[in-house]
């Protein structure tokens, strides 16, 4: 990135049809048209694929989800990302917005919203309608200015703003310049900017009451919101980050939101939670997380799409390039990864859940004992700590002493050759190898393995469909089953979430979080101008293993 001061543009953003504003500053010589886009797309939440020709309410109505937003300042268009004459590769710099014009006001709008206030006005798509033109103000402006100025192009005509009724502009300008004289008071008189419409309505575009003396503050209009809406739903439905943060903060309705969000980025969720209940510190959290995520991510497109550009170039200048063949190649192989990912999300996403082993609940020496159940293993082991445990080692025989081979190598300290274990209220007998904790079993949290000699032994059977383990315990054909132990039941170092810790997991993932960011930051410092995406609804967190719901 830039760090030039003198090159830093600050942008205000306005979405005129719900007066949406929102501030970014960016490098005047390095951001493009298309960027700022973007920009405003994210800040202002604008729907920006609503040109559809079908009619059903389907996922494609996305915040964000078309080619960007339509941008205008004052009556000139900027850019158009549907339009072959507008280049979204131009530099702010080269359209002549720079740090000496202080804060530079850019309308945005999406291409539906643009193409109808572009017919109202009668413009025929030549130039981008001034802002207030879609506003209830807009409508009564353009009511008391008539046909524009001069010959109905469309100019502007501020003469209903000066006192003096409907009289023609000079004859106002003179009467207003003497009632300014004679009075003191302004010569500016605003009341013809005030409809007549009545009260604010909740969500309208309406937002001013009938009085010419005063304007009351629009009332914000309500969250979209029903019982048991997920995060995804909230944060799609309400693009606003005050509807949003309303939302986040009705504990009483909508509990489930502040934990998703804080399963999914926990960081974002704790600094809202230091101001939880002020809506409108919890809105500028939100927009503070929203801007930095969509940064991060266009600058990375940028990079990114300049690379290809780059390779694209080479390649068409010499077809033997390795270096472009093989980012191409590369480029070719992550798209079938991907789809092979959509096509697997698709029809069987519990793929990307997470095995729980086989585990057994036993009683030994009237001792509990979880008994990891592997038919790969050939022997029946247990670890010294754990025999320690169940009073077990005065019955080591260490003749059978030695080392086991396999995977690695490990200590035996012998074995014990009957050891009772009661498994559905049957006694049965097994055979165990004690291996040295320390320097035999490879998993330091395995305490007993029940191996093939004993499956063998009780013709066992595993039935996954029924989640058992199956004994046979008479010559009649009698069985017994043992059910394999959930998730709840199990601890945390057996895969399990019996003594699971949310606090200290939340504090792992955002210590990672920060050590990221710092990362970040130290690459933005060197130039590198590329940062992680902390998107406040799907960031890091999950990445590093999610943190605690």
Not at 116 to 130: F, T
Request: glycine content about 14%.
């Amino acid at each position: 990135m830039n760090d030039d001061p003198n090159d830093e543009v600050r942008i205000t953003f306005l979405h005129p049809p719900t007066s949406r504003t929102d501030m970014i500053a960016v490098p005047g010589s390095t951001t493009t048209l298309a960027d700022l886009s973007g920009y405003a797309t994210a800040l202002l939440g604008i729907i920006t694929n609503d040109v559809d020709n079908d009619d059903d309410d389907d996922d494609a109505d996305r915040v964000g989800g078309g080619g960007g937003s339509v941008l205008t300042r004052g009556t000139s268009l900027l850019y158009h990302p549907s339009r072959g004459d507008c280049d979204g590769s131009r530099t702010l710099a080269s359209c002549g917005v720079s740090s000496s014009d202080g804060d530079a006001l850019v309308s945005a709008y999406s291409i539906r919203e643009y193409d109808d206030v572009v017919a109202a006005a009668g413009r025929g798509g030549g130039r981008a309608p001034p802002p207030s033109s879609t506003s209830a103000v807009g409508t009564t402006a353009a009511a008391a200015r008539g046909g524009g100025g001069g010959g109905g192009g469309g100019g502007l005509d501020f003469t209903s703003l000066l006192g003096g009724g409907v009289a023609g502009a000079g004859a106002q300008r003179s009467s207003s310049s003497s009632s300014s004289s004679s009075s003191g008071v302004g010569a500016l008189d605003f009341s013809s900017l005030v409809g007549n419409a009545g009260p604010p309505v909740v969500g309208s575009r309406a937002s001013l009451t009938p009085t010419t003396t005063s304007v009351v503050p629009t009332i914000p209009p309500r969250p979209v919101e029903w019982d048991g809406m997920s995060l995804d739903d909230a944060i799609s439905r309400n693009p606003d980050p005050v509807r949003l943060a309303t939302l986040l903060s009705d504990a009483a309705r909508h509990p489930n939101l502040m934990k998703e969000l804080n399963y999914h980025n926990p960081s974002v969720c704790k600094r809202l939670r230091e101001v939880y209940g002020d809506v409108n510190k919890m809105a500028e959290v939100w927009r503070q997380a929203t801007m930095r995520s969509t940064m991060s991510r266009f600058l990375r497109g940028n990079e990114e799409r300049n690379r290809e550009a780059e390779m694209r170039r080479r390649l068409l200048s010499d077809p033997m390039d390795a270096d472009a063949n093989m980012y191409f190649g590369e480029k070719i192989r992550l798209e079938n990864v991907a789809r092979q990912y959509e096509r697997m999300m698709e029809e069987y996403p519990e793929s990307m859940g997470k095995v729980l082993m086989l585990y057994v609940g036993t009683t030994v020496n009237g001792k509990p004992l979880q008994v990891f159940v592997d038919s790969g293993a050939q022997s029946t082991i247990m670890s010294s700590a754990c025999a320690d445990r169940l009073d077990l080692l005065h019955l080591v025989d260490k003749r059978f002493a030695g080392v086991a081979v396999g995977v690695g190598t490990g200590k035996i300290l012998g074995r014990v050759h009957v050891v009772e274990m009661v498994i559905g209220g049957c006694v049965l007998p097994c055979s165990v190898t004690i291996m040295d904790s320390e320097k035999g079993l490879g998993d330091k949290n395995m305490d007993c393995l029940f191996g093939l000699d004993m499956l063998r032994r009780h013709r066992c059977s595993i039935d996954l469909g029924g989640n058992v383990l199956r004994f046979s315990i008479g010559a009649g054909g009698e069985t017994m089953e043992a059910p394999f132990l959930h998730e709840k039941d199990l601890p945390t170092s057996k895969g399990g979430t019996m003594d699971f810790d949310p606090e200290k997991a939340n504090a792992m993932v955002e210590a990672r979080m920060e050590r990221m960011d710092t990362d970040e930051d130290d690459d933005d410092g060197e130039g590198g101008g590329e940062g992680g995406d902390e998107d406040p609804g799907k960031g890091k967190a999950k990445e590093g293993g999610g943190g605690a719901s």
